[in-house]
């Protein structure tokens, strides 16, 4: 019964908002159609109507299922602070970090899924009825670990949130256990990405060690830097106050991350360089171009200059401390890091060909609107899951069916 | 109108696995003095037993008792497949009975199993639906086997450098044999010109689309295709076994479950394979009839394919068609389990070496000079 008032509150929630909410939806819901329309020439005409072909055979969607994979993985830094050590400063902060993993991980699976040539064929990778190639091939792990990283997600918050609809407390022993597998379980999402590109010993941009760890530094720098302006944005239009404290702990991982990753950087740079061999084709396609194809340079050039900026102003105390600085930087390294986790880190994975051929991508009307849609598509669940999460978290939402006398507030 | 609406609707059901549907289906089946003359005419439309509508040739899934698998295949497939379904059987007017027949065997196929997995029967009757379809299709009379490898038979290829010429004849035969897509003038092989003097590992500054007279003054020609690695990348990646290795050593492709992630063509490190990006076509007056269900038959839209090593031939015990139309010589190719063959001479008697070996791939495909 508590169930059905619960959907029926959250699903009110959700649709109830000034004009500015519903304006806000309202396009995300117009950029999402555009974004159906591109997939069903797609569907109708097969991928020939991106610009992946036999050389470049993986684009912009592979890039943003990276990007985002490392996303939802930087959830771990609220959850295992505000969960397992206890941090009062992130308490509240919590839920809407477990919202943006759920909403990522939304986008990872549409975009793997819009990847797809046979997409009708996608029950070949379920249990029982398909087969699964697993332990064998890391896809077939990418594929049970996010799908298990979704659940857990989904799980967590959504038990706290119905027990404060129904105006008892979480049982601690009920979820925390679900809260330590998670913090493993986010960490293993990002390297299991990493290990389906670094064990191909076929693409040698990718295959090595370092790919990894890379990884989780440049997760670590996009996440939580978005978590800085999603959380800004949340205390200041809603009445939902966000610590000062997160905001702080926040800018440091963001920081540090930001750092180890530009050490990661140069350490690449100096191996690809310092005696570049066969295997350096594709990072010298990539930062300085090939025998005149250098479409990446712009973008790979702009990412680092913005990479070092950001890091640099984080690095200063006093310009940390300063709102303005604080957000400035953290929109400037989610772009960098998108662009050089991104397109900087799959297209020059192909170029040249294994057999040396260099044939350029760029992609066409087709994915940038099916990548548009989908993005339109995780921001529209955030805000759904947010725009629930909050009243309850604030006691304003609660089940018709309590005594609310009795209730207790929220934490 | 209406009846026949909501009979091709349990037509749906009835392809999803839905029993009961069979016996609405008859009630509903409509007297064909009440329709229109110009439906009687064509045999009462979708009610009429020659339509494979109503009574298919092959109802698989309901004559035999569903397994596990089958009947959540049948319930997940079910939502993917009505819009097909819808589409295959609404506007009845419109289509001929061949377009509904092709629909239906379509649907069936959909909810087949690996190829590995099938027992002999299932893949007689897959072998006889894409039979059908081929013929629905235009196609013609094409034959599609499923014999597997022999026992006591290893492939291996061995290329002749020396004797390359850069005719490309190979190139041609493969497109033929194979029915290559001609849109997007689809090839396994490549064949590289170099200069004489720079290393094979070299191919960076190869050329592969070379246009002028051949054989160029000063240069020497490589063919590459997939070298059906002992240890092959691309069968470790596939998330849903839809390549594999078979026991002669061939690599191949189920086409039909083959989800079209394209993770293979990252793994290989010999550039061997290759995607549908839109629909393959090949005129059908070009088109090879003798097919094998792991080699040359219709592959469809957003999968991937490779070369077999022409495995609808070399099963027979005939040459791929490119080493049987090399007119230098240059393609040697056997059994190299054969102390008596060829390959095996050459492997025995010639300083051979294969393209990367550092990756610890080993393919089966050797190159040597005279």
């Known amino acids: ?411 | 109108m209406t009846e026949r609406r909501e009979l091709t609707f349990d037509d749906v059901l009835r392809n999803a696995g839905v029993r009961e549907a069979q016996s609405r289906l008859e009630r509903l089946t409509p007297d064909p003095a009440t329709l229109p003359p110009s439906e009687r005419e064509r045999g009462g439309g979708c009610g009429s037993g020659s339509c494979g509508c109503a009574k298919g040739p092959s109802n698989t899934l309901l004559d035999k008792p569903l397994d596990r698998r089958g009947a959540l295949g049948a319930m997940l497939g079910a939502l993917a497949v009505t819009t097909q379904a819808v589409g295959a059987c609404a506007p009845t007017s419109m289509e001929s009975d061949e377009e509904r027949e092709a629909k239906l065997l379509a649907q069936e196929e959909y909810f087949k199993g690996n190829y590995r997995l099938m027992t002999p029967e299932e893949r007689a009757e897959t072998v006889a639906r894409l039979e059908r379809l081929a013929e629905l299709r235009g196609d013609g009379d094409v034959s599609i086997r499923t014999d597997g490898a022999v026992p006591g038979v290893m492939y291996g290829y061995a290329f002749n450098i020396s004797k390359c010429k850069g005719f490309r004849n190979c190139v041609e035969a493969c497109i033929h044999e194979n029915n290559l897509d001609r849109t997007s003038d689809r090839q396994y092989i490549r064949i590289f010109e170099k200069p004489n003097g720079e290393s094979i590992n070299d191919l960076e500054h190869a050329d592969a689309t070379f246009g002028h007279e051949v054989p160029a003054e000063g240069h020497y020609y490589l063919g590459t295709q997939c070298f059906q690695c002992a240890n092959p990348p691309c069968v470790y990646v596939c998330p849903v076994q839809a390549t594999w290795q078979e026991p002669d050593g061939i690599v191949v492709v189920d086409y039909d479950w083959c989800i079209g992630c394209r993770y293979c063509m990252a793994a290989c490190p010999y550039w061997a394979r290759r995607f549908n990006w839109a629909e393959p076509e090949v005129p059908a007056e070009e088109l090879n009839p003798r097919q094998h269900y792991l080699g040359n038959r219709a592959r469809k839209k957003g999968v991937v394919e490779k070369c077999t090593y022409c495995i609808q031939r070399t099963r027979e015990g005939r040459l791929p068609a490119c080493a049987e139309a090399c007119p230098t010589g240059a393609r040697v190719f056997g059994n190299i389990l054969d102390p008596d063959s060829e390959i095996r001479w050459v492997l025995e008697n010639k300083q051979v070496f294969r393209l990367k070996e550092d990756l610890g791939t080993e393919p089966r495909f050797w190159y040597f000079m005279d």
Request: glycine fraction near 8%; charge should be neutral; aromatic fraction near 14%.
């Open chain 1, 1 to 411: 019964m508590h169930l059905k008032w619960f959907l029926l509150s959250a699903l009110k929630s959700a649709t109830s908002g000034g004009r500015r909410y519903h304006l806000w939806m309202g396009s995300l819901t117009l950029v999402m159609l555009f974004g159906a329309y591109g997939y069903s020439v797609q569907l109708r005409d097969g991928l020939v109507v991106t610009g992946m072909n036999d050389f470049s055979s993986w684009g912009l969607y592979i890039s943003n299922f990276t990007f985002l994979v490392g996303m939802a993985a930087a959830a771990v830094m609220l959850v295992l602070p505000a969960y397992v050590l206890e941090d009062v400063d992130f308490q509240k902060a919590v839920l809407i970090a477990e919202g943006v993993a759920v909403s990522a991980l939304c986008m990872c699976l549409a975009f793997v899924t819009v990847d797809l040539g046979n997409p009708f064929a996608a029950w070949h990778l379920m249990p029982v009825i398909g087969l699964l190639n697993w332990p064998r091939s890391m896809l077939a792990w990418d594929v049970i670990v996010l799908n298990g990283y979704l659940a857990l997600n989904l799980f967590i918050p959504f038990y706290i949130l119905y027990t404060h609809y129904i105006g008892k407390h979480p049982d601690k022993s009920r979820y925390v256990p679900w809260v330590y597998l998670s913090v493993f379980w986010a960490v293993s999402i990002h390297l299991v990405t990493a290990f389906l590109m670094a064990g191909l010993p076929a693409r040698p941009f990718w295959n090595h060690g370092l790919l990894g760890p890379r990884f989780l530094a440049s997760a670590f720098t996009a996440g939580p830097a978005f978590m800085i302006l999603l959380l800004w944005f949340v205390d200041s239009q809603t009445e939902y106050d966000i610590d000062l404290g997160a905001f702080r702990k926040l800018a440091m991982v963001t920081t540090v991350a930001a750092q180890i990753n530009l050490i990661m950087l140069g350490s690449e740079i100096f191996t690809e360089f310092y005696f570049p061999t066969h295997h350096a084709q594709s990072a010298h396609y990539l930062f300085f171009g090939l025998e005149g194809h250098d479409a990446l340079v712009p973008w790979i050039r702009t990412a680092i200059v913005l990479n070092i900026g950001a890091t640099s102003v984080l690095t200063i105390h006093r310009l940390r401390e300063s709102r303005y600085w604080l957000l400035g930087s953290c929109s400037v390294l989610f772009v960098a890091v998108w662009i050089e986790k991104g397109m900087g880190l799959i297209v020059p994975g192909f170029i040249p060909s294994p057999l040396g051929e260099i044939v350029e991508y760029s992609p066409t009307w087709v994915e940038i609107v099916v990548t548009v849609g989908i993005w339109a598509m995780g921001l529209f669940i955030l805000t759904v899951l947010v725009k629930v999460a909050l009243p309850i978290e604030m006691g304003d939402l609660r089940s018709p069916l309590i005594d609310r006398r009795r209730s207790p507030r929220s934490r």
